[in-house]
């Protein structure tokens, strides 16, 4: 088949061809054009015609944005998040060079400021040229050159980088291409519709510094806005051909032949003769800006030099712009016939000068005379390059006549007027976007108000003014109480709260101004107008303030010259310190506006119209605008704005808010803002001017990929202002200040970078002072950032090598700066650098060279600096990859912000630092060991339960063992219980450090806790070790003891077995019927005169006295003579019946006690009494649980109780307890304890009496003499027998031996007991709900027994409503009967002579199990003549009918009774795991909840008020309303006695000096006590009455707190979680309101 395909473009014929291939192409075709196609096929018959297709081309646009990646950005513009977004790309060494990553790579490396980013040579025609390398030699390859493949010119690149960009990206790539001495856009032109846009919006943002000649003697400068700078403007054209590059010459012109640099693309540079397909037409514009050097200026003032780029004959709209703005045009030329015609129109402001080139095949001089005639040109109008002209003569001729120009240039037109004139010519201006002027009038009509800026500001801005400073002072106060004096501390506390109000209600008796109305109007408007605004309003006001400082610095100057009038020059310099004004300001007095507000009700109308302004910000942040974070003026955070901000943003992005944060600190003015721009491409808002000040935190996208490599979602960057600076060096508090702000920033930091600056290295060890003693007190928290420090100003490639000496002399500083700062927070543990992180001096250190290439301003930045800067990011992201912790979400890193600055206004951080993130770690961690702990003795308890059953039932079955059979059945068990013992350990261990290993849950924050919980885990092994082998050792003592007793009712039961056959024969020999009264008649007879002759044996009684006092003896014998003298002054039988007091010792001590006696003061004689009555209780209940269990008396039991009366002295050393009381106490236990002990061995021996056992058994012995004499079947009767007198009371005693430790479990699973602070929190709340005074009295005076008593009824009602503990006795009856069935069936398999066999392999199956009772197995097996066989069938059916019976007594027996029969006492176990180390805070008595039982810091989450603890006034009798956790932060003195009993006065400040081991975190906040505060002021009378004292004087703020608002405080002082914020607020506000009124109303 043939086909015909015709081209048609309009009506116009392109081609025709014919084919009879089924594909064709056809060239030739013109881009951006439309072409009709039409095709015929040739049949056999006929004709067929196709539908005529249309196509549209390509553009070379089109095009060129496909190769590079960039077509979907011509319409959905670049922006800036998408720019500075941290991708792949962004981190990785440039791309594999493919063409669509060329535009990319120019973008990234300008971004970095990177002066090679022009090179945009790809690597795939880099590796052409590297393939096409032959070893032979051939002329043609060398002549034709290497194979180009795909190059694209980097004007070509640039433009289209324009072309797709928005405003914002367009100002940033401008910005960096200045810095970079690039040339930028001025005309852009857009090859598709032939229009080009003025880039005045894209320029605003460049500012340049300069010094003209005229500042040269007073070393003045010139620094503005370069759209704004009247500087005359030179261009630069061609027309026609010209064989000058006028490009490469413009580079000449504008460097010094030292300092060359290529400012424009031109044809030698790398593929700077690539083809232009899309930049023809754009004008480009430099700046040649003098430093004020005579030897280095090449121009004494600032000329603009103007670029068009191909023949003006093409591109005359541009070509007219540039004429009419500029003062020359310098016009290359070589074919002048051109010129001629071209030129003689005068439409030119300008001079037109015309430059040649002699020695051009084109040039001639007959056209060159007639072009001079008909434009009139003299020759100072005309340079020609002559033959004799080198390029350097040439340029210099140049320079020249552009000097001469400028200087006679009269009109000098600045960019932004030149905007007119492109109108003017229809040249559209990229301002003239509709978004851009509406922002620009909002924007102006605030500004325009601002004349002078402080009278401004005190206008239009006063609540960030002395209002908040005020605020911030008493913020600061309220911590450090150092203005409190003599004043009762709460009620200060109280009356700063007042004064912290009445500001709030001066804040918000202020309107909002016009000013801050518009501006939050401005920035609630939509889209792009928004960030137009924002962008406009900073232009604007840093062009004031810039205007404004330049004045005033020049005034000082002058005046700092004659030194003569001091004031003015304070004044001027108050003035330089407040003329700044930015953005920033507007956005700190939303802030307070926001925070003024929320001090409002909830439904007052002007807190109910400003809740959206946190939102407004946040989509602000998220759209990439820095907030401030501290604010420098005030030094304070409004910490309720910024939290709220950061809650909103985190809704925004739907809690996809997890970060890293990256901070810089360092000394002022040594490039760290540079730095951050120069790594991440951003622009931190800098008050024109001036220095940062304060803090600010700007967030950056991560892409897809990257999250997976970093776990978050953004990265912030925080800038800070510099350390030691001058404008503060002269406060007091300077040093202070900066201290604040290091540990702020290096608290929220990933990662800090250290900047030093090597210039300012006399300052750098002040520096370091300040950054060690952030990490450190980091380190001490709980929180490891990571740091790297950054030398600036090295340009050395040996730099790393040469500065070894150097880094190790900084690694010496920092170990010298660790020491002060690890003595200043009392923290000596830390002796070097490395003690506080990890740090090495090879991986820990970065050199960056200086950051220009040059002399400023026409130096371009260092391309050393920026790839080292580079090198750093990329650092930096690999050291965030393997970041062991996790990533903090924002409202983690919000509740930071909050912990950190609170503790940072303290004087010490370290014990004034409290985070929930923390209390949740620890919380978590708490939670998680107890329940591994308890899994571990729960085991061990099984272990032992099992264990003490082999050894109670060995010998039992199978007759009397020898004592060397036992020995070796304890040393296996002992050695069984050690490897035991071992695998719970390991795993305990093992779990703790696979813990300690998970990123997740900022496990990393309790890292510090990981050496107490090991030891913990260690001690709890070490103390089940030695219970568990003393409890072994026991039990074999006790079965041994009872082998003697066990063998003489064995012998008893045989005598009368024997008497009762013999019996039987004797009534059969009778021969006659005999009736039941007649055998019983027999039977008594017989009883009677065997029971007379069987042996009287009575077990041996043990003196138990004597034992307990030997045991007690052993004890003491190391405290020496005094303690036997104690003990031979007194008999324990005595001194157990007497109530313990303790009596100090001396005339002084006994003074002292009679005078805390009397102001009800608790001293060391009531605190060594509680002590001894908490033990005296604790031994009570050992000796009670030990009693309980109806077993001989043993040593071991003693011993247990001395060991349990030492730990506990031990645990209160502090006390510094002397040998009498030890003795004594000990002596008034054991002596209590024998009697007890001598009740237990007389029960013991009355119920294993074998005279006794044997009359017991008497009817049962009758009824089988009957039996056996009637000779009944016996198999129903044994069976049901065995099961009730054997079976179910070993089954009993199974449950009763484990129900316990199930109880222990399922309260553990409760979340009240899952930790000591959950407990805490819970008995609080528990305590508020009842709301009953003698409840929190009882709480407060005997806290142990109320908590013991209060753990007991939790079991009593969580097994009463929620569980029954019938489910758990099932559970333990079913597996008995599962076994008890078990081993009947195995038993049954097996060969059993007789049922005595049957019967013992039964016992033998379960020994492991069931203790087996010797006598009931006994009795069952005399005169049993049953069937084996019938005897296991009815044993089946007894043991089935038995689990009912068992059941339902389970569900009769009261969980009372139940815990009574417990062997384990579940109460005091509870009780003991959650009470934890007992110890209570030395002021107020509030419980510790450190967890684990190696501990080395007691701290608790609610300290109360002391006069809760009976505390009062000496003269006055009225309790005291002071909290310990606000003393402790005063000034205010606690009494203290010496040895001697001296009263001496000791500062709360310094109270660990007196309890090293208590932690109590001051509390700043009025709010943070409520809980104590509001039962204080409720029960204010009541506590007097029971105290004998008058009143406290409740503060009126501590009346005004709510049951509700106590709660919370519970709530949030133990970290509880609650519903979301606005609910829980919402119903705590209106609560509060209710409770308010009806309080009033009973008033």
């Known amino acids: 088949m043939l086909f015909t395909v015709t081209c048609y473009k309009g009506d116009e014929l392109v081609e025709e061809l014919q084919t009879d291939a089924t594909s064709l192409t056809i060239g030739n075709l013109s881009p951006g054009e439309q072409y009709s196609f039409c095709v015929l096929a040739q049949l056999i018959h006929k004709i067929k015609k196709y539908p005529t297709t249309t196509v549209k081309t390509k553009t070379l646009l089109e095009n060129l944005l496909e190769d590079l990646g960039l077509e979907q950005h011509y319409k959905d513009k670049l922006s800036l998040s998408t720019v500075l977004q941290i991708d792949e790309k962004s981190i990785a060494d440039t791309s594999d060079g493919s063409v669509g990553d060329i535009a990319w790579n120019f973008l990234k490396k300008l971004m970095m400021v990177n002066v090679t980013a022009r090179n945009v040579k790809s690597k795939a025609s880099q590796s052409c040229n590297e393939a096409s390398e032959e070893t032979v030699f051939n002329l043609e390859t060398l002549l034709h050159g290497p194979t180009l493949g795909n190059q694209f010119n ?18 940033e790539l401008s910005l960096k291409m200045s810095m970079c001495q690039f040339a930028v856009p001025l005309l852009l032109p857009d090859p598709d519709t032939k229009q080009c846009t003025m880039m005045l919006w894209a320029l605003r943002d460049i500012v340049k510094k300069y010094r003209p000649q005229s500042l040269l003697e007073s070393k003045g400068f010139i620094e503005e806005r370069i759209v704004l700078s009247e500087i005359p403007m030179v261009s630069f054209v061609r027309l026609g051909e010209s064989s000058l590059s006028k490009s490469e010459i413009l580079n000449k012109l504008l460097s010094n032949s030292q300092e060359y640099h290529d400012t424009f693309v031109h044809r030698d540079m790398e593929c700077g003769d690539c083809p232009r397909k899309i930049s023809d037409g754009i004008v480009e514009v430099a700046w040649y800006l003098p430093c004020g050097n005579k030897n280095i200026d090449i121009f004494s003032e600032p000329v603009t030099v103007a670029n068009l780029r191909g023949d003006i004959a093409s591109f005359v709209p541009q070509f007219s712009f540039l004429c009419e703005t500029s003062c020359a045009v310098f016009v290359f030329c070589d074919q002048l016939d051109l010129a001629c015609k071209q030129l003689t129109n005068d439409m030119s402001k300008a001079d037109v000068f015309l430059v040649s080139n002699s020695q051009s095949k084109n040039f001639d001089g007959e056209d060159l005379k007639s072009l001079a005639r008909d434009l009139n040109l003299m020759n100072n109008k005309i340079i020609i390059k002559t033959r004799s002209m080198n390029d350097a003569d040439f340029v210099t001729a140049l320079q020249g006549t552009i000097k001469s120009t400028v200087e006679k240039a009269t009109a000098k037109i600045n960019i932004e007027k030149m905007a007119d004139v492109a109108h003017e010519l229809g040249i559209q201006v990229d301002e003239d976007r509709p978004e851009s002027k509406k922002a620009k009038q909002n924007a102006d009509a605030i500004t325009s108000e601002i004349h002078d800026t402080l009278e401004y500001k005190e206008a239009q801005l006063p609540l960030q003014g002395q209002i908040w400073k005020d605020l911030t002072s008493l913020e600061k106060e309220e911590c450090r109480l150092r203005n409190a004096g003599s004043e009762n501390i709460e009620q200060y506390k109280t009356l700063l709260q007042e004064q912290k109000n009445r500001l709030r209600e001066k804040q918000n008796s202020n309107d909002m101004s016009g000013a801050m109305s518009c501006f939050i109007n401005a920035i609630s408007s939509p889209g792009m107008e928004r960030c137009y605004f924002l962008k406009w309003m900073r232009l604007n006001l840093d062009n004031m303030s810039r205007q404004k400082l330049s004045g005033l610095r020049e005034q000082y100057k002058e005046e700092s010259k004659g030194s003569k009038n001091k004031e003015v020059i304070q004044d001027l310099d108050r003035q330089l310190s407040g003329s700044s004004l930015g953005i920033e300001h507007f956005f700190r007095e939303m802030g307070q506006i926001y925070e003024a507000s929320v001090s409002l009700p909830r439904k007052h109308p002007s807190r109910e119209q400003l809740q959206h302004l946190p939102k407004l910000c946040a989509e602000l942040l998220l759209e990439g605008l820095p907030l401030e974070l501290v604010d420098g003026d005030a030094s304070n955070i409004p910490l309720r704005w910024v939290s709220d901000v950061l809650s909103e943003f985190h809704q925004l992005v739907s809690c996809k808010s997890k970060i890293l944060v990256i901070t810089v600190l360092g000394v002022q003015s040594t490039g760290k803002s540079t730095l951050l721009n120069t790594m ?64 702020l920033v290096v608290g929220l930091s990933d990662i800090t970078l250290i900047n030093i600056a090597m210039e300012n290295s006399t300052e750098m060890k002040d520096i370091l002072q300040i950054v060690v003693h952030a990490f450190l007190r980091m380190k001490e928290v709980g929180k490891r950032p990571k740091c790297q420090f950054v030398h600036q100003n090295v340009s050395d490639v040996s730099a790393h090598e040469k500065n070894l000496r150097d880094r190790t002399l900084l690694l010496e500083q920092l170990n010298e700066m660790t020491q002060a700062a690890a003595k200043m927070e009392k923290k000596e543990k830390n002796k070097c650098f490395t003690d506080v992180m990890e740090y090495s001096t090879e991986t820990g250190n970065m050199y960056i060279p200086g950051l220009w290439n040059g002399t400023p301003p026409m130096a371009p930045v260092n391309a050393g600096y920026s790839e080292a800067v580079y090198e750093l990011k990329k650092n930096i992201i690999q050291m965030l990859g393997k970041c062991e912790s996790s990533a903090n979400d924002i409202l983690e890193f919000q509740e930071w912000i909050k912990s950190l600055w609170s503790a940072v206004k303290y004087e010490n951080f370290i014990f004034s630092f409290r985070n929930s993130l923390v209390a949740d770690a620890y919380m978590r961690l708490c939670t998680e060991y107890n329940k591994w702990e308890w899994n571990f003795k729960k085991d061990m308890y099984t272990w032992v339960t099992n264990a003490e059953t082999r050894i109670t039932n060995y010998g039992k079955v199978y007759g009397e063992v020898e004592t060397g059979d036992i020995q070796k059945l304890l040393s296996d068990l002992k050695t069984a219980a050690l490897t035991e013992l071992s695998k719970g350990e390991t795993q305990l261990l093992q779990n703790l450090t696979q813990y300690f290993r998970q990123t997740g849950g900022h496990v990393n924050l309790v890292e510090r806790y990981k050496e107490e919980f090991m030891t913990s885990a260690k001690v709890t092994r070490r103390e089940m070790e030695r219970s568990i082998l003393n409890q072994l050792s026991a039990t074999v003592d006790i079965r041994q003891g009872m082998r003697e007793l066990e063998k003489i009712k064995k012998n008893h039961a045989q005598e009368i077995e024997e008497r009762v056959l013999e019996l039987v024969e004797e009534c059969r020999g009778k021969k006659v019927k005999m009736s039941d009264a007649e055998l019983d008649s027999e039977f008594d007879n017989m009883w009677d005169i065997s029971v007379e002759k069987v042996s009287r044996f009575r077990p041996q009684k043990i003196d138990v006295q004597s034992k307990v006092s030997h045991c007690l003896r ?44 009397y102001l009800n003061i608790d001293d060391h004689v009531n605190a060594v009494q509680r002590l001894a009555d908490s033990i005296i209780d604790t031994c009570q209940e050992l000796v009670n649980t030990q009693t309980q269990r109806k077993n001989n008396y043993h040593d071991n039991y003693s011993v247990e109780i001395l060991h349990m009366i030492d730990e506990k002295l031990q645990q209160n050393e502090g006390l510094k307890l002397d040998t009498k009381f030890e003795v004594s106490l000990k002596m008034h236990i054991c002596g209590w304890a024998a009697e007890e002990f001598e009740k237990m061995h007389a029960n013991f021996l009355q119920e294993n009496d074998p005279y006794k056992c044997l009359n017991k058994n008497k ?32 089954v009993e005693d199974f449950i009763n031996r484990s129900l316990g430790h199930d109880i222990i479990g399922e309260m553990l699973t409760c979340q009240q007991f899952s930790t000591r602070m959950f407990f805490q ?35 009593i009602s969580h097994f009463s409503s929620q569980a029954s503990a019938s489910e758990f006795e099932n559970r333990l009856l079913q597996a008995c009967i599962n076994q008890i069935n078990i081993a009947v069936k195995k038993a049954q398999t097996e060969e059993n002579k007789t049922l005595k066999c049957f019967v013992g392999n039964i016992c033998e199956e379960l020994s492991d199990k069931l203790v087996i009772s010797q006598d009931a197995l006994g009795t069952f097996m005399i005169l049993n003549t049953a069937d084996q066989g019938q005897f296991a069938h009815y044993l089946l059916k007894c043991v089935e009918q038995m689990e009912p019976l068992c059941q339902q007594k389970f569900e009769n027996t009261s969980v009372e009774i139940k815990l009574e029969k417990c062997f384990v006492n579940v109460q005091r176990e509870l009780f003991v795991r959650l009470i934890g180390c007992g110890k209570q805070c030395p002021f107020c008595k509030a419980p510790c909840e450190a967890g684990g039982a190696a501990h080395t810091e007691h701290w608790t989450s609610l300290h109360q008020s002391q006069g809760l603890g009976a505390w009062r006034f000496e003269r006055s009798k009225h309790l005291v309303t002071d909290i310990c956790t606000s003393l402790v932060n005063s000034d205010t003195e606690f009494v203290q006695y010496d040895s001697n009993g001296e009263k001496y006065y000791h500062p709360y400040k310094r109270y660990q000096e007196i309890f090293p081991d208590w932690k109590i975190p001051p509390d700043g906040s009025l709010e943070g006590s409520d809980y104590w505060k509001y039962v204080m002021a409720k029960f204010n009378d009541d506590f007097a009455k029971a105290y004998e004292a008058k009143p406290a004087d409740i503060p009126q703020a501590w009346r005004n707190i709510t049951k509700t608002e106590a709660e919370k405080s519970l709530q949030q002082a133990f970290n509880m979680k609650s519903e979301s914020k606005s609910e829980s607020e919402s119903e705590l506000e209106s609560e509060s309101e209710s409770e308010l009124k009806s309080e009033s109303e009973s008033e």
Not at 1262 to 1285: G, I, L, Y
Not at 1323 to 1352: G, T
């Open 1259 to 1290: 009817e049962k012995f009758r009824s089988d003499f009957k039996d056996v004499f009637h000779e009944r079947d016996q198999c129903q009767k044994k069976a049901q027998e065995f099961t009730d007198q054997f079976l179910r009371p070993a």
């Open 680 to 743: 991440f491409g951003v622009q931190f808002a800098v008050s024109s001017g001036r220095c940062t000040r304060g803090a600010f935190m700007l967030l950056i996208r991560i892409s897809e990929e990257v999250k997976n490599i970093l776990n978050c979602d953004f990265v912030m960057i925080i800038d800070t202002e510099g350390l030691k600076s001058p404008e503060l060096a002269k406060l007091d508090d300077s040093y202070e200040h900066d201290n604040e702000l290091a540990t």
């Open 1114 to 1157: 052993a004890n003491v014998s190391p405290k020496g003579s005094h303690a036997s003298e104690i003990l031979n002054k007194n008999s324990l039988a005595e001194i157990g019946n007497q109530p313990f007091e303790y009596k100090p010792k001396g005339i002084g001590k006994k003074v002292k006690h009679a005078v805390c006696g």
């Open 154 to 171: 980097p004007l070509d690149i640039i433009t289209a980088l324009f072309l797709c960009s928005d405003g914002f990206v367009q100002q």
């Open 1321 to 1355: 929190y819970s008995i609080l709340l528990d305590l508020i709900s009842e709301n009953q005074f003698e409840l929190f009295l009882d709480y407060i005076e005997h806290y142990e027994k109320y908590v013991k008593q209060w753990i007991y009824k939790q079991i």
